[in-house]
């Protein structure tokens, strides 16, 4: 209730702005021709017009829907899991939910929907499998169409695939299920390989000054100037530094700790899934599945944010295995020195407020590490209602 009230506050107040990074994203439309991120853009437009409403109010209606499908979503998916100090940790990291909420400029970015659409897939039982292929073959071409990048985490779903399907090995059941996969990785690679032109830029930029008086700014501009992967990764590595890669080693460390902590506590109840049964617990399995995600860090600045998606991609794998029984406590492996700290109640409070509300990524890694989001937040609502609602009043 508390992260709905802060997204729906911070949406209204900064929905306006001139220079929104979210609105920028989602003004991308196909009026100059085919583009990546297109589709929500032309969404937008259609209701606006629909309704006789501006773009940006158009927007921040479907944004606040949004999160709050995402809050609801994420609600119902967790309210079966049996809660522990380390889980509790776990979802509470500033690196997932609270992430966007402390980073304003994420809230209700394009990945969102990807969020969603995972967990839908993880809700549908594994014995529907022609829903299964369906929902694989519409939406992650959909997802593709919002935000590209979904492809460097395909290997999650495929993960969901093995397990729900009990693909032991690759033999002619693994390989069809492959085909599903085909569609939107074809329209990726059409994406990467066709960047949008100067002319078209000009055109859908024309189009959004006529009709709605928008400016294309940020992510809406950058596909003019940083147009290909080849751009992107000049603009990242050129700016990289030792200082900026050992911040994220321990954003990331510290960050996914608990999840770590938990991968390396447990096992698969059986092993009988293809790829996981050669290892002890999971940790090595969810390395090999997060692995094409370097890419994504070498295609952007946006560190923050690959970190929150990748995290978030990964706890709710996680917790996908563990509502079903698919893994189970190593008992050895969960008693170690640090676990078994947590029992201590003082020490544990004391520790969860310090690691979840004490810190938080920026969303480039050219920002220093953010400190307490859970001060921060509050003020930050706070003075915008004194100096946005009440001085200006009197």
Known sequence: ISLMFFSIFFLYNKHHIGNDSTIAEWIINYKGGFTKRGL?????????????????????????????????????????????????????????????????????????????????????????????????????????????????????????????????????????????????????????????????????????????????????????????????????????????????????????????????SFKFSNNKYYLFKFYKNLFFPFLIILSPVLVLFLMGVDWGRWVNISYTFSVLFYFSLYKKNIIKFNNKLFKNSFILLLDNKKFFIIFFIIFCFGWNPKTTYTGDVGSKPGYQIPRKALKIIYYKYIKNNY
């Open 40 to 264: 929500i853009g032309e969404i937008s437009i259609f209701f606006s017009t629909l309704f006789s409403i501006s773009l940006r109010e158009t927007i921040f209606y479907l944004q606040v829907l949004l999160v709050g499908i995402y809050f609801i979503c994420i609600l119902y998916f967790l309210k079966e899991v049996i809660i522990n100090r380390l889980i509790l940790l776990s979802i509470f990291t500033p690196i997932f939910i609270l992430y966007p909420i402390a980073e304003i400029e994420v809230l209700a970015r394009k990945e969102i929907f990807i969020f969603i659409f995972l967990i839908i897939y993880i809700f549908i039982p594994k014995d529907e499998k022609i829903f299964q292929n369906i929902y694989k073959t519409v939406f992650l071409l959909i997802g593709v169409l919002i935000w590209e990048p979904i492809i460097f985490f395909f290997p999650f779903w495929l993960a969901i695939d093995i397990i729900k399907n009990n693909y032991q090995k690759i033999d002619i059941n693994f390989l069809k299920n492959l085909i599903y996969y085909f569609p939107s990785l074809a329209v990726g690679f059409y994406i990467a390989i066709n960047p949008m032109s100067s002319t078209e830029h000009s055109l859908m930029s024309e189009f959004l000054k006529s009709n709605f008086n928008e400016n294309c700014y940020g992510a809406c501009a950058l596909l003019k100037s940083k147009s290909t992967v080849y751009d992107n990764m000049i603009d990242t590595i050129r700016l990289l530094t030792l200082e900026v890669f050992i911040r994220y080693i321990f954003i990331i460390i510290i960050g996914f700790g608990p999840v770590i902590l938990l991968l390396k």
